[in-house]
């Protein structure tokens, strides 16, 4: 059943423009999701929360090698797709391999664009596409305690 969420490219494209003729509001979200856990949880039920359908763009292994270091990722995308794809709160997975998704969020023109609060407005790819025809960026809050990346240096220090 949730392998059905996950999405190419054109299927995506299609379905986008298949929902907003239906008038639904697209969400869009993307990021590594590395280790799944409460911080993404409660960003992604919060971005969902703001519309009809929520997108999650994933990056590929080799972005997130590029972006992490090369001890990155723990999990392959392919599995970090499904575990997105198996939450409730998500209609969409696709995986990307470009080093931003602004080429999605231009086929798919979400009417919301979600990153979490620990990025500037400013800072987050494609707000200012997504604002030039009325859509809003939305700064979702950061769950304190909860990265990835910490998560990964507690179990280091614990081994």
């Known amino acids: 059943m949730f392998k059905s969420k996950i999405k190419k490219f054109k299927e995506l494209k299609s379905i986008a423009a298949a929902s907003k003729k239906r008038r639904e509001k697209i969400v869009f979200t993307n990021g590594c999701f590395d280790i799944l856990h409460l911080g993404h949880i409660r960003y992604l039920k919060k971005a969902r929360s703001l519309g009809d359908k929520l997108v999650v763009a994933v990056n590929n292994d080799s972005s997130v090698r590029k972006i992490k270091g090369n001890s990155r990722p723990i999990f ?16 969409y997975v696709t995986i990307f391999g470009q080093s931003t998704p602004l080429r999605l969020i231009k086929a798919l023109r979400p009417n919301v664009l979600v990153k979490g609060s620990d990025w500037r407005k400013g800072d987050i790819v494609g707000s200012d596409f997504v604002k030039s025809y009325g859509g809003k960026v939305f700064s979702a809050p950061f769950v304190k305690g909860y990265s990835s990346s910490s ?3 507690r179990i280091k220090r614990k081994t």
């Open 151 to 153: 998560i990964i240096a």
């Open 76 to 91: 392959p995308e392919a599995a970090r797709a499904a575990l997105l794809a198996a939450l409730e709160c998500v209609d």
